[in-house]
């Protein structure tokens, strides 16, 4: 049974990975083309150390020669062999510089078209974001975790390739003087990547429980800044205060954890690379002194391809430890992407519709065996049948889970569905998302509001809006006198989601919200379930009298204060009937 769980566990991580690796590559696919040229640019740029190394070797060499022999030191400076190194210490930097802004170009242009593409989904989900988690989550994912992808795209992809070309073009270029001291460096090289993966390893699955912390910790900041008048009313903001210093601490030693890990690894492969380095320095310095044990008296490698050999041995191994180095941005990346993978991989509908829309008055609706499938084909709303009259408000009710949600998203447009819904019998999927939604008003249980002015908050319902207009949807909702009271008016600040002002104002100015888009058509998901039965009330008599004329569909979970609607109607009724009606 154990060993049962532990195979299940270790698939579930092997399909994990292989999806992390699939969404790394469509991120990175359309910047393949710099990258490549970033790539080609390193290899130039270790072909001309290669050139720079044996110019060097020649030179000094030269110089031994010439102080040995009493001739003077200048003779050994070659015209051609001057020129050549003066374009080596020039070019290798350029060449360096020129791949260093291609990698920081591709990184720049996948992180903006990734966060553009999460911003799309998010779009397109509509209310239904809510599902993939708090705002404060969202937010992490589309800015700091993208970011994370940095290190990755711009120095981990092309180091990747360069731990393989660059070692093996140094070790053909030792080969020509050594074959011995090639093959030292060859056998010593895959102990680098060997100690990377060992130890990279924890620090991968240190960097990805880094990653979730951090949005847990963004979410509940968030919902304490949210929540702080309500703190401040129950007298629990030393309360609040203590659990984000607790969370602050452990985000701060989970912090420490992932840069103990880090800085072991790159200590690690220091440590490796220096010993692979002495072991091929003491050949040369015993092959040139003739005392190696299997050849006495004999110098295999000349002071030429021993110094050779030596300013390249270095390098041979400084891509496998730029690797290591670069190792935790791999798993910062894996880290970032198993917290985006969600949204990464939601479904999104794209609405088809092309033809436009003009709405004059009141639309009438009718739904025609209308169902929602999620993609994991759970019925989320059964078949139903529905005529709404033009100008009619009505009622829809039911328990948790029986499609009443599910259904105002297919009203407007954010999900697919089968069946047919009609604005005046023309059919929603033929006309543009856009009209449909510039000549409806939504409101939901938790408004949406922005820090900034009133009139800020009043012009998200329409741009252009005039001072009139606004002070004349605030008189009609009953928020004109509070308006007027207050030294900037319609100049004074909100903050966050509307702070300042209570849970009945908030509805009110949603409200005038509604009144200043003059939609003809109204879909209300609850809007007066978070508030007390008294302002509930008291909401529920505003609608009434401002609502007369829309056409106006209520969602909600229950019947109370709803009755001046002309109609209510219970979804799993109306799916009841429609299954007998077909029995």
């Given at each position: 049974?154990?060993?049962?769980?532990?195979?299940?566990?270790?698939?579930?991580?092997?399909?994990?990975?292989?999806?992390?690796?699939?969404?790394?590559?469509?991120?990175?696919?359309?910047?393949?083309?710099?990258?490549?040229?970033?790539?080609?640019?390193?290899?130039?740029?270790?072909?001309?150390?290669?050139?720079?190394?044996?110019?060097?070797?020649?030179?000094?060499?030269?110089?031994?020669?010439?102080?040995?022999?009493?001739?003077?030191?200048?003779?050994?400076?070659?015209?051609?062999?001057?020129?050549?190194?003066?374009?080596?210490?020039?070019?290798?930097?350029?060449?360096?510089?020129?791949?260093?802004?291609?990698?920081?170009?591709?990184s720049l242009s996948a992180r903006k078209t990734l966060r553009k593409r999460l911003l799309d989904?998010?779009?397109?989900?509509?209310?239904?974001?809510?599902?993939?988690?708090?705002?404060?989550?969202?937010?992490?994912?589309?800015?700091?975790?993208?970011?994370?992808?940095?290190?990755?795209?711009?120095?981990?992809?092309?180091?990747?390739?360069?731990?393989?070309?660059?070692?093996?073009?140094?070790?053909?270029?030792?080969?020509?003087?050594?074959?011995?001291?090639?093959?030292?460096?060859?056998?010593?090289?895959?102990?680098?990547?060997?100690?990377?993966?060992?130890?990279?390893?924890?620090?991968?699955?240190?960097?990805?429980?880094?990653?979730?912390?951090?949005?847990?910790?963004?979410?509940?900041?968030?919902?304490?800044?949210?929540?702080?008048?309500?703190?401040?009313?129950?007298?629990?903001?030393?309360?609040?205060?203590?659990?984000?210093?607790?969370?602050?601490?452990?985000?701060?030693?989970?912090?420490?954890?992932?840069?103990?890990?880090?800085?072991?690894?790159?200590?690690?492969?220091?440590?490796?690379?220096?010993?692979?380095?002495?072991?091929?320095?003491?050949?040369?310095?015993?092959?040139?002194?003739?005392?190696?044990?299997?050849?006495?008296?004999?110098?295999?490698?000349?002071?030429?391809?021993?110094?050779?050999?030596?300013?390249?041995?270095?390098?041979?191994?400084?891509?496998?430890?730029?690797?290591?180095?670069?190792?935790?941005?791999?798993?910062?990346?894996?880290?970032?992407?198993?917290?985006?993978?969600?949204?990464?991989?939601?479904?999104?509908?794209?609405?088809?519709?092309?033809?436009?829309?003009?709405?004059?008055?009141?639309?009438?609706?009718?739904?025609?065996?209308?169902?929602?499938?999620?993609?994991?084909?759970?019925?989320?709303?059964?078949?139903?049948?529905?005529?709404?009259?033009?100008?009619?408000?009505?009622?829809?009710?039911?328990?948790?889970?029986?499609?009443?949600?599910?259904?105002?998203?297919?009203?407007?447009?954010?999900?697919?569905?089968?069946?047919?819904?009609?604005?005046?019998?023309?059919?929603?999927?033929?006309?543009?998302?856009?009209?449909?939604?510039?000549?409806?008003?939504?409101?939901?249980?938790?408004?949406?509001?922005?820090?900034?002015?009133?009139?800020?908050?009043?012009?998200?319902?329409?741009?252009?809006?005039?001072?009139?207009?606004?002070?004349?949807?605030?008189?009609?909702?009953?928020?004109?006198?509070?308006?007027?009271?207050?030294?900037?008016?319609?100049?004074?600040?909100?903050?966050?989601?509307?702070?300042?002002?209570?849970?009945?104002?908030?509805?009110?100015?949603?409200?005038?919200?509604?009144?200043?888009?003059?939609?003809?058509?109204?879909?209300?998901?609850?809007?007066?379930?978070?508030?007390?039965?008294?302002?509930?009330?008291?909401?529920?008599?505003?609608?009434?009298?401002?609502?007369?004329?829309?056409?106006?569909?209520?969602?909600?979970?229950?019947?109370?204060?709803?009755?001046?609607?002309?109609?209510?109607?219970?979804?799993?009724?109306?799916?009841?009937?429609?299954?007998?009606?077909?029995?």
């Amino acid at each position: 049974m154990v060993k049962s769980v532990d195979n299940t566990q270790q698939q579930s991580e092997k399909q994990l990975k292989r999806q992390l690796r699939t969404q790394l590559k469509h991120i990175i696919a359309p910047e393949s083309q710099r990258l490549r040229l970033a790539l080609m640019f390193a290899v130039l740029g270790a072909l001309l150390f290669i050139g720079q190394s044996w110019l060097l070797a020649q030179l000094f060499v030269g110089l031994l020669d010439n102080s040995q022999s009493g001739t003077d030191l200048s003779a050994a400076f070659d015209t051609r062999h001057m020129i050549a190194l003066a374009l080596c210490f020039t070019l290798r930097p350029t060449v360096q510089y020129i791949r260093e802004r291609l990698s920081q170009a591709a990184s720049l242009s996948a992180r903006k078209t990734l966060r553009k593409r999460l911003l799309d989904t998010l779009a397109s989900l509509g209310p239904e974001r809510q599902t993939l988690g708090a705002d404060g989550a969202l937010s992490t994912q589309l800015l700091e975790q993208v970011d994370a992808l940095d290190g990755y795209i711009s120095r981990y992809y092309v180091q990747l390739y360069l731990v393989l070309i660059v070692p093996l073009l140094i070790s053909i270029a030792a080969f020509y003087y050594s074959p011995l001291a090639a093959s030292l460096m060859l056998l010593t090289a895959p102990l680098v990547p060997l100690f990377m993966i060992l130890v990279g390893g924890a620090a991968s699955r240190s960097s990805q429980q880094q990653m979730a912390a951090m949005s847990q910790l963004s979410s509940r900041f968030l919902d304490w800044v949210r929540g702080m008048p309500t703190l401040q009313h129950l007298k629990a903001t030393d309360q609040a205060q203590h659990n984000v210093d607790v969370s602050a601490s452990q985000y701060r030693d989970s912090t420490m954890k992932v840069l103990r890990m880090a800085f072991l690894s790159g200590a690690v492969l220091e440590l490796f690379s220096s010993l692979a380095i002495a072991l091929v320095a003491v050949y040369l310095g015993l092959g040139l002194l003739g005392v190696l044990p299997w050849a006495k008296g004999v110098i295999p490698v000349p002071y030429v391809g021993a110094l050779f050999i030596l300013l390249l041995a270095p390098e041979f191994y400084a891509p496998l430890r730029q690797l290591g180095s670069d190792y935790h941005a791999k798993a910062e990346a894996e880290g970032a992407i198993e917290e985006l993978l969600p949204l990464l991989e939601q479904h999104t509908w794209q609405h088809p519709g092309q033809q436009p829309l003009q709405l004059e008055a009141a639309p009438a609706l009718t739904l025609t065996q209308v169902s929602i499938t999620a993609h994991n084909q759970r019925l989320r709303l059964p078949s139903i049948d529905l005529k709404i009259t033009a100008g009619e408000r009505v009622g829809l009710h039911g328990k948790s889970g029986s499609g009443k949600s599910s259904l105002l998203l297919a009203l407007l447009g954010f999900i697919e569905y089968s069946g047919r819904i009609e604005i005046n019998k023309q059919s929603l999927l033929d006309v543009k998302r856009s009209d449909w939604h510039s000549q409806l008003g939504y409101l939901s249980q938790q408004p949406n509001f922005k820090r900034g002015s009133l009139a800020d908050n009043l012009r998200l319902a329409k741009p252009t809006a005039d001072t009139q207009q606004m002070l004349d949807v605030l008189r009609d909702v009953d928020l004109l006198s509070l308006v007027e009271q207050l030294p900037q008016g319609l100049n004074t600040p909100l903050g966050e989601r509307g702070l300042g002002l209570s849970g009945g104002q908030l509805s009110r100015l949603a409200i005038a919200q509604l009144l200043l888009r003059d939609a003809h058509l109204w879909l209300l998901d609850e809007p007066t379930a978070h508030l007390d039965p008294e302002t509930s009330a008291t909401i529920h008599a505003l609608l009434a009298r401002l609502s007369v004329g829309k056409t106006l569909i209520w969602v909600s979970h229950q019947w109370q204060g709803l009755d001046w609607l002309d109609r209510h109607l219970d979804l799993h009724q109306l799916q009841s009937q429609q299954e007998s009606s077909v029995c």
